[in-house]
């Protein structure tokens, strides 16, 4: 069954550190995500992309992140100047097409800002 | 804004016992109420989903019921086993909206003792 993959699983970076964290969807997918968890907290919402575009950002989103989309498979997220609160699991998801339902998650990457 | 609330934040039971979590959404327009299970260091697994058109729906030991006027649904799992011990979270999405984000809960983290 084809799944979401993510690079690096962990990344430990210094305050101020640009990070490029890397996500490959399900080949097929059409919609692309981020989200991230803090420890212990819950999954929120970042970014969405379809259609070589942002769809819809929210408030954590801030100028420092920004999402690319490459080439045909890899979809990624940076963070220009990375700061303490920025440590948390980055998860990336896809999905199908617009009316499909389900998001499919990847294993996510663990950042670590020092 | 939109918001998904989720209680209790820890369930113990017996192995064999039933576990209900339970939560409530904010936004209207929300039509789509996924349940996703996350495994310690694991993504998100998505488990069972309800759409607003439906009021239950089962798929072996798992049920989830809507309530839309009251905007509720609930994740209800019967003769619960050791390896349903992970942490749920509930979501919920406006399919209708195009960048599609899920909103999730803050999660519960059920534990089954043998």
């Known amino acids: 069954e084809p799944e979401v993959t993510q690079t690096p699983s962990h990344q430990v970076t210094q305050m101020g550190q640009e990070v490029i964290l890397r996500c490959v969807p399900i080949?097929?997918?059409?919609?692309f995500y981020w989200y991230r968890q803090i420890l212990g907290q819950k999954v929120e919402f970042l970014v969405s992309?379809?259609?070589?575009?942002?769809?819809?950002k929210s408030e954590i989103f801030d100028d420092q992140f920004s999402v690319e989309r490459p080439d045909g498979s890899n979809f990624t997220l940076k963070i220009r100047s990375t700061k303490l609160e920025d440590s948390a699991m980055y998860f990336c998801?896809?999905?199908?097409?617009?009316?499909?339902?389900?998001?499919?998650f990847g294993p996510g990457t663990r950042l670590t800002v020092t | 804004g939109e918001n998904v609330e989720q209680h209790p934040s820890t369930l113990s039971v017996q192995e064999g016992d039933s576990a209900v979590i339970k939560c409530t959404y904010s936004?209207?327009?929300?039509?789509?109420f996924p349940w996703y299970k996350q495994e310690l260091g694991k993504r998100p697994q998505l488990i069972i989903d309800?759409?607003?058109?439906?009021g239950e729906k089962k798929d072996q030991r798992i049920a989830v019921t809507l309530n839309k006027t009251a905007k509720h649904f609930s994740l209800h799992i019967t003769e619960t086993q050791p390896e349903d011990s992970a942490v749920y979270f509930c979501?919920?999405?406006?399919?209708?909206?195009?960048?599609?984000?899920?909103?999730f809960g803050q999660g519960t983290e059920l534990s089954v003792k043998p």
């Open positions: 998801a896809s999905g199908e097409r617009e009316s499909s339902y389900e998001q499919y």
């Open positions: 080949s097929n997918h059409l919609y």
């Open positions: 992309f379809y259609n070589n575009e942002i769809s819809e």
């Open positions: 936004d209207s327009a929300s039509n789509y």
């Open positions: 309800i759409r607003s058109n439906v």
């Open positions: 979501a919920a999405k406006d399919l209708d909206n195009q960048g599609g984000k899920l909103i």
